[in-house]
């Protein structure tokens, strides 16, 4: 047996690896340096690994490959718009997980023990978040990029764990947080059995493990077509998990309203452009000649989840869960680009993708600044008559739900114009007809909530709206500036993804 030596290209490598490094300096502050200095420093390393990676992005963007680890993994224009996404709002994330506030003393400790409270007094503070952070964030940097089905379901797994972690952090109520931790941890465990599944069946039908090699074995059409048709199935059921589509979104509003709000914005925002990119690459590339196998069923589960997304959002009373099954229907809304199968679809989704991840931030660390005197306020009932209180954090939050409905002048509303054109371009006419139906019953619940915030009285229960550190403020008037300026002036970065976006195949 010939042991061949792997060739890596290490300039394309290199904002993974740069973030990598990041995580591992932050697991050696962990072990050795003080405890009072450990926050101020693991801020300042997560930042810079963020920036640097993003600096590295940007000296190859122009560079295309599928060898820069031996054709585990391609860059491309697509991949180079996913990673720059996922890295700008990790940015942003990171300055809102800055905020300690959010996170239990010590996460080890039973809740409501002694050892918790000691901590509590002691005013501990968990910085392990940080490296936990920059680990899921490689995981995210390589899913979209990955070209073999063992690379993609190794960095499923780098950017899962972490945030199975995470989701159990909070602060307070800790055994609903630990609670959705455990329900992400085990869905999370079979959806991975059945993407592995998914790919033993692909295998089967193809004797390979790379998107193009099965691309070329379903051109060929020599394989079997069953052990094609259960590893289409069983994979699209790992990827449909991540994302939270329906019936696989069992997890996602209990994971929201039980994790810290900080680690809520970034999963929501980060992960699922992460997770859209893989399955970009995946339906465009390798099942792109099998579209007829595929496309029924992710028609029916894209109609379901805006559907389902939008009508039970209604009934919520809790802010964390409305945006959860908010989340839900957004993801139908994406599923849209992925069916499209065309030029047109990937770049809407991708713009989609930012302008979604943007302005779901912003919305979660508005949630973080509504509080009383034990902790985060997410009734709906309790933000009543907060526009009186505090005009400018209610005129905020309502820029934010004007967005994810789809209002003309915000983000919002180019992206779901563009991602229903390039479904109608493509004959989808049952998911434009359900989108914008599902769209029309969103905007009820979001408009009810502004109602609720401006024209209703301030209700006196000891709520109220608490300063933001700079760290956060940053974070809401990024997001802020940003929405607006894609909703005003959408044409730079659509003809940027327009001339970039492609999938080298």
């Known amino acids: 047996m010939t042991f061949v030596t792997p060739v890596l290209n290490y300039a394309q490598l290199a904002p993974i690896l740069i973030v990598f490094a990041g995580a591992i300096i932050g697991v050696?502050?962990?072990a050795f340096a003080p405890r009072a200095a450990r926050h101020s420093s693991q801020l300042f390393i997560s930042t810079f690994a963020l920036v640097a990676a993003f600096a590295a992005l940007m000296t190859v963007r122009n560079q295309s490959s599928v060898d820069a680890a031996m054709g585990s993994v391609a860059f491309d224009g697509a991949a180079v718009l996913i990673q720059a996404s996922i890295l700008i709002i990790s940015f942003l994330a990171i300055f809102l997980i800055a905020d300690q506030e959010n996170f239990t003393a010590l996460a080890a400790a039973?809740?409501?023990s002694q050892e918790e409270r000691q901590a509590l007094q002691g005013d501990m503070r968990v910085t392990e978040v940080y490296p936990l952070t920059l680990f899921a964030v490689a995981g995210m940097l390589i899913f979209p990029i990955a070209t073999d089905l063992i690379t993609l379901f190794v960095a499923l797994e780098?950017?899962?764990?972490?945030l199975?972690?995470?989701?159990g952090l909070s602060r307070r109520r800790r055994l609903m947080s630990q609670e959705?931790?455990?329900k992400y941890f085990l869905l999370g465990a079979f959806s991975s059995a059945f993407f592995l599944f998914g790919i033993a069946y692909l295998?089967?039908?193809s004797g390979t493990i790379t998107l193009s090699g099965i691309q070329e074995s379903?051109?060929?059409?020599?394989?079997?077509?069953?052990f094609l048709l259960m590893g289409i199935a069983f994979l699209s059921v790992g990827l449909l998990f991540k994302v939270g589509a329906v019936p696989f979104h069992a997890w996602t509003p209990d994971v929201y309203q039980g994790a810290p709000t900080a680690i809520t914005g970034f999963m929501a925002a980060a992960t699922k452009i992460a997770a859209f990119g893989a399955i970009l690459r995946i339906f465009y590339v390798g099942f792109a000649n099998a579209e007829w196998q595929w496309k029924p069923a992710l028609v029916v589960i894209a109609i379901i989840t805006m559907i389902f997304g939008s009508v039970v959002a209604i009934t919520q009373r809790d802010v964390k869960r409305m945006l959860a099954y908010s989340s839900i229907a957004h993801a139908g809304f994406l599923l849209a680009g992925v069916i499209a199968l065309s030029k047109s679809g990937l770049d809407s989704s991708i713009f989609y993708l930012f302008a979604y991840g943007i302005a779901t931030l912003g919305a979660f660390a508005i949630v973080t600044l509504i509080r009383d005197s034990a902790g985060e306020v997410t009734d709906l009932n309790r933000w009543s008559g907060l526009g009186k209180r505090s005009p400018l954090v209610a005129s905020v939050f309502a820029l934010y739900l004007l967005t994810f409905a789809g209002i003309p002048l915000t983000s919002g509303f180019i992206g779901k114009f563009s991602i229903f054109s390039a479904a109608y371009e493509s004959g989808s006419t049952a998911i434009l007809i359900t989108g914008v139906l599902a769209s029309a019953i969103a905007a009820f619940f979001y408009i009810r909530v502004i109602v609720l915030m401006f024209f209703k009285d301030p209700v006196e229960d000891g709520t109220s709206v608490v300063i933001p550190s700079a760290l956060t403020t940053i974070t809401i008037a990024v997001s802020a500036t940003v929405t607006i300026l894609l909703g005003v002036f959408p044409a730079p970065l659509l003809n940027f993804i327009e001339t970039t976006a492609f999938f080298i195949r």
């Open 158 to 162: 780098i950017l899962s764990l972490p």
């Open 28 to 30: 050696l502050i962990e």
């Open 180 to 182: 959705s931790a455990l």
């Open 164 to 167: 199975y972690l995470m989701a």
């Open 110 to 112: 039973v809740p409501g």
């Open 218 to 226: 379903i051109v060929g059409g020599a394989g079997n077509d069953i």
């Open 203 to 205: 295998y089967g039908y």
